[in-house]
């Protein structure tokens, strides 16, 4: 079913698999935006949601920042906000309405705001309050968008001087590197050269749990978003050393025969005891779940696994789609959800 495109054209009717060939080329993209010196800041708060939040966890483990980071994926703000905070508003759409709350309260706080969306109400309050705007390109979904944000936080962070100095010049140039390891992954490419599409074939009829180590966390987060959207596809995330307190015992008992795929990303980058953590896990729960998919990043350094894993990932969730009979573009429930909310 892979290798016949007539096939992936009717049901990737928006060209998703288009998109994810041309990220590499949102790392590039170029912010007009003047920033005014910042004072002190103690800390950084990112509010968003979904495709919006997610790669400001990129930040945690490339470049990292000198300053504490939290992710708010809520309405409310963590307490300490004050006029010592970068606050950064990430929303595609601009009308998120938990993001457009926290940069509300954000206000009120005095904390620093500066904001990243390709419109909506978000664009219209920068504007009118006259915050920073970082205006991302439009029409392709959040989740495909990310790239575009990592880019424009390397933006903001760095003249800031929060994260190291030519942190986007590296993020250009393996934006380069990225380019030439695509290949392998288009539609054109036979299932038996193009192992995107094998692991689609593997996790075809299942959910999906997808597991790493902290430095690659972000990918894999990053693969269990689309998993969901494009595939729609249930799919889980969690990572070691957490993974071995809790969950691990999960996998023990009952059934045994699990309805489960199971993805591991494996870094050679990852501190050598998560390392054997995977492969010591793995032999004492054979027989007990299924056994893992192991996914090797390309790449000489943390930021190319990063970039590289998530590429394929996004492919590999797209060829899902279309085994699942489904056009990975559209996500109507979402749009559903939405509407009842403010009904």
């Known amino acids: ?191 038996a050269k193009n192992t995107a599409k094998q692991l689609a074939l593997e996790l075809v009829g299942k959910s999906v749990v997808v597991y790493s180590g902290p430095k690659l966390f972000p990918a894999a987060n990053k693969f269990k978003i689309c998993l969901n959207e494009n595939a729609k596809n249930v799919a889980w995330v969690n990572q070691y050393p957490e993974f071995n307190h809790n969950e691990f015992i999960g996998w023990s008992s009952h059934p045994l025969q699990k309805p489960y795929a199971v993805v591991e990303i494996r870094s050679n980058l990852e501190h050598l005891r998560v390392q054997k953590r995977f492969v010591v896990s793995e032999r004492l729960l054979s027989g007990k779940r299924p056994a893992p998919e192991v996914v090797k990043p390309a790449g000489e350094n943390l930021l190319q696994q990063l970039l590289w894993t998530s590429n394929f990932c996004d492919f590999a969730s797209l060829y899902l789609a279309i085994l699942n009979g489904l056009n990975p573009t559209p996500v109507d429930l979402v749009e559903k959800l939405k509407k009842l909310l403010n009904e």
Do not use: C
């Not at 470049?63 to 703000?77: A, C, K, Q, R, T």
């Not at 800031?160 to 030439?180: H, R």
């Open 1 to 191: 079913m892979l290798d016949d495109l007539k096939l992936i054209h009717e049901r990737d009717a928006q060209d998703a698999l288009g998109v994810a060939e041309k990220q590499w080329q949102q790392l590039r993209h170029e912010f007009a935006v003047k920033l005014p010196d910042l004072p002190t800041i103690t800390n950084v708060v990112l509010a968003g949601m979904g495709g919006s939040a997610w790669p400001a966890l990129y930040l945690r483990s490339w470049p990292g920042l000198s300053v504490p980071l939290e992710v708010v994926s809520n309405y409310e703000l963590p307490a300490y906000v004050n006029q010592h905070t970068l606050f950064i508003s990430s929303s595609y759409s601009g009308n998120t309405e938990e993001t457009l709350a926290a940069l509300a309260a954000a206000e009120d706080r005095q904390a620093k705001i500066v904001v990243m969306t390709a419109g909506g109400q978000l664009a219209e309050v920068a504007k009118q309050h006259n915050h920073p705007l970082f205006m991302i390109p439009g029409g392709i979904q959040p989740r495909m968008s990310s790239f575009y944000f990592l880019a424009a936080l390397v933006q903001i962070l760095e003249p800031a001087g929060l994260v190291p100095a030519g942190s986007l010049q590296e993020l250009q140039a393996v934006g380069e590197w990225l380019k030439d390891q695509l290949g392998d992954w288009r539609a054109e490419v036979p299932t």
